[in-house]
């Protein structure tokens, strides 16, 4: 089972649907993490759970709303998006949020199509 | 703010070639710096840290060295091989504060040609 598992892989979503991606991670970790990662762009962070309680957030859209209902799970809810938010989204997680030098462990990822 | 810059890439290298990409970064106080590495089609991964002035980060024959004099955190590798084609980024984290995150660099392309 590897650290950080995220579902799906991929996923291509009209502009009016609304998915969820999913984020697991069975490290015993009590920071978990969003980031967008998309071509030409560095590496965004969008939102920062810290023992279930939402510690950073990122002046992200509303269409994007977070939830992480315990420490092992992370959730990110998806409706009306845009094309422009297309891009391979990453959970991660460390030790602690404030920690600086605790590394953050990287799911694989889900790459997402908005058309 | 924070900030850490990368030399611009892609890089390309034959197999067995010397590796460096530079990274420096700007930072108030003392951060840990690390090197992710992405592989295509995949997450990042931990490479190296090194948390302190003076350290060395290593794993897999890569190699950082942690300068506070020059603030950099510069990547080595002796003779990189064809499976190091991948992406390179160059990472601070600062202790406590609001500053749980992150800072990345832009990251690098690696192509290692056999």
């Known amino acids: 089972e590897t650290g950080v598992t995220q579902t799906p892989r991929h996923l291509v979503m009209g502009m009016t649907n609304k998915k969820s991606l999913k984020c697991e991670q069975h490290?015993?970790?009590?920071?978990m993490y969003w980031y967008k990662q998309s071509a030409k762009k560095p590496l965004e962070l969008m939102f920062v759970?810290?023992?279930?309680?939402r510690v950073e957030n990122n002046s992200v859209p509303s269409r994007f709303s977070p939830e992480c209902p315990n420490s092992s799970h992370l959730f990110l809810h998806l409706h009306t998006l845009q094309p422009e938010d297309s891009a391979l989204y990453l959970c991660a997680s460390s030790q602690d949020w404030g920690q600086g030098n605790s590394p953050l462990h990287f799911g694989n990822g889900t790459r997402l199509t908005v058309t | 703010g924070d900030s850490v810059t990368q030399m611009e890439g892609p890089v390309t290298l034959s197999e067995e070639a010397f590796l460096t990409i530079n990274c420096t970064y700007t930072a108030t106080g003392y951060p840990s710096l690390f090197w992710y590495v992405q592989y295509p089609g995949e997450g990042l991964q931990l490479l190296l840290k090194?948390?302190?002035?003076?350290d060395k980060g290593s794993n897999k024959g890569f190699e950082a060295t942690y300068r506070k004099e020059t603030t950099s955190f510069h990547l080595e590798k002796g003779s990189v091989q064809v499976s190091d084609s991948a992406v390179y980024f160059c990472?601070?984290?600062?202790?406590?504060?609001?500053?749980?995150?992150?800072?990345f660099g832009k990251g690098t392309k690696l192509s290692v040609k056999p």
């Open positions: 090194a948390t302190k002035a003076d």
């Open positions: 990472a601070l984290r600062r202790y406590g504060g609001s500053q749980g995150n992150l800072i």
């Open positions: 759970y810290s023992l279930e309680e």
């Open positions: 490290l015993g970790h009590n920071a």
